[in-house]
């Protein structure tokens, strides 16, 4: 699992690359905790690259979001696959997440 945080577009953008399972949710989860931080920029996940998200996964995403909610932000998913997709969807995730 690989990721890579930039700054685009006055946004924050954390790419995701690889499955992020539970073996690789420690390293993500770290990786990605400076989004916690952002307070004054939306931030967009990409995942294009991302192959496979476990419930794991799906845990440090509703934390980047209820961090950023918390400060008036918003945070997007953009380049989800059909896989990931359905994940989010079983799991009601597609219902909380904005989708660019």
């Known amino acids: 699992m690989k990721t890579t945080i930039q700054?685009?577009?006055?946004n924050i953008v954390a790419f995701l690359e690889?499955?992020?399972?539970?073996?690789?949710?420690a390293e993500t989860e770290k990786t990605m905790s400076p989004l916690n931080d952002v307070a004054d920029k939306d931030i967009i996940i990409d995942c294009t690259a991302l192959?496979?998200?476990?419930?794991?996964?799906?845990?440090?995403?509703?934390?980047?979001?209820?961090?950023?909610?918390?400060k008036g932000r918003?945070?997007?998913?953009?380049?989800?696959?059909?896989?990931?997709?359905?994940?989010?969807?079983?799991?009601?995730?597609?219902?909380i997440f904005e989708f660019m």
């Open 74 to 95: 918003h945070v997007y998913i953009r380049g989800i696959n059909d896989k990931v997709r359905a994940i989010f969807t079983i799991t009601g995730f597609s219902n």
């Open 7 to 10: 700054e685009q577009d006055n």
């Open 18 to 25: 690889g499955s992020l399972d539970t073996a690789a949710a």
């Open 51 to 70: 192959e496979y998200i476990s419930s794991a996964g799906l845990r440090i995403f509703l934390g980047i979001l209820q961090n950023a909610q918390e």
